[in-house]
């Protein structure tokens, strides 16, 4: 049996590991006290990780004890790599449209500050649900300190900014001095959000309580959009590093790897929980055992399509339209476009493989 503490109050998940030195971000608009620091040697430390560090390192070691499995996984190159590219990211400023870059910069952190989202939901009493114990599980600590955790280094805690806040000042170091005029709330319209949300369709057996079915799907959508996102920090680390492009000396970046650091438990724990869930029977309202596997196997699969599918079409328009968008304002803007497309087309790409396959059916 692990010697590990498996298990943790709500404050202590909450707690901070001690660091030397806070982190700022700093331009010439202020600066911002962000989570997370640096110890003695100066390496960066994530908020919020005394204790839920080891504790996802228990609950993982806990698992394979108990039921000889590893953490469920999805490799990376499962997700496209991010639109615009480098390289078109690097065209789009050389050519003196820098806007949609800057406004990607806020769209993320607009999405970060969504992903705070994740502490409204209320697992209650989970062992409802479950045959065998889940005493001392990631599962356990959801509603007890693991959402909330999630949620405050995405949107922020008291006087310390989170991912949300970060992104924007990591726009604002990498854009210093350069007035990029950027209407937010009209961009984030132009991309769809504040729209209606859609209705949750379930694919789980009705005697399965619909709280956890919620709890099971954003969990796994999420994790999906975690692990996904390593791809754009990927991007925007390589651009924001570059002197000769924005300003910050590199500044700009680093606060990226910060926040790519503090995904980590993130990753983590979603994958902790959902792999217990996984192996675990699930008991319905009726009393009626389902094989936690299938279960886990249709969420999914579902969350899947809807990631590779769905949003990916839906995100590649709403690129292209915020590209189209800004260099509409230049005399050159069409030639600057075709440049910019003769770069790489995923959304072209993507509707002709449509046609064909479509064609192919008739
Ligand atoms: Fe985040
Ligand atoms: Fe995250």
Request: proline fraction near 4%; aromatic fraction near 8%.
């Amino acid at each position: 049996m692990t010697t590990l503490q498996t298990e943790f109050t709500e404050e202590e998940l909450l707690l901070d590991a001690p660091v030397a030195e806070p982190l700022y971000a700093r331009h010439s608009g202020g600066e911002v006290r962000c989570h997370g620091g640096f110890d003695a040697e100066g390496t960066y430390v994530s908020p919020r990780m005394r204790f839920r560090g080891p504790g996802i390192v228990a609950w993982q070691e806990k698992h394979r004890e108990d039921f000889g499995a590893e953490p469920i996984d999805i490799p990376l190159e499962t997700w496209p790599a991010h639109f615009p590219t480098v390289e078109q990211a690097r065209y789009l400023i050389e050519q003196g449209v820098p806007e949609p870059l800057s406004a990607t910069l806020t769209r993320i952190g607009t999405v970060e500050g969504f992903g705070a989202n994740i502490r409204l939901l209320q697992p209650g009493d989970m062992q409802k649900n479950f045959e065998e114990s889940i005493k001392g599980t990631a599962i356990d600590h959801l509603g007890r300190g693991l959402f909330e955790a999630h949620g405050r280094d995405e949107a922020g805690w008291e006087k310390e900014a989170g991912h949300k806040d970060m992104w924007f000042a990591a726009r604002d170091v990498a854009f210093d001095g350069r007035k990029v005029d950027v209407d937010i709330d009209a961009m984030l319209q132009r991309m769809g959000f504040g729209g209606p949300g859609a209705e949750f369709e379930r694919v789980l057996p009705d005697d399965v309580d619909v709280n956890l079915e919620v709890i099971a799907s954003l969990m796994t959508r999420v994790l999906f959009i975690e692990i996904s996102a390593f791809h754009t920090f990927k991007w925007a680390e390589a651009w924001l590093s570059d002197d000769a492009l924005v300003a910050g000396e590199g500044k700009a970046a680093d606060l990226v790897r910060y926040i790519r650091a503090d995904e980590t438990p993130h990753v983590g724990y979603l994958k902790t929980a959902l792999t217990e869930m996984r192996d675990r029977t699930w008991v319905g309202t009726s009393g009626a055992k389902h094989k936690g596997t299938e279960m886990i196997d249709l969420i999914w699969e579902k969350a899947l399509r809807q990631s590779l599918v769905g949003n990916r079409k839906q995100s590649l328009k709403a690129i292209m339209g915020e590209v189209e968008h800004f260099c509409a304002k230049r005399k050159n803007g069409k030639e600057i476009i075709e440049g910019f497309l003769a770069l790489g087309n995923p959304l072209a790409d993507l509707e002709n493989a449509e046609a064909s396959a479509s064609a192919a059916t008739y």
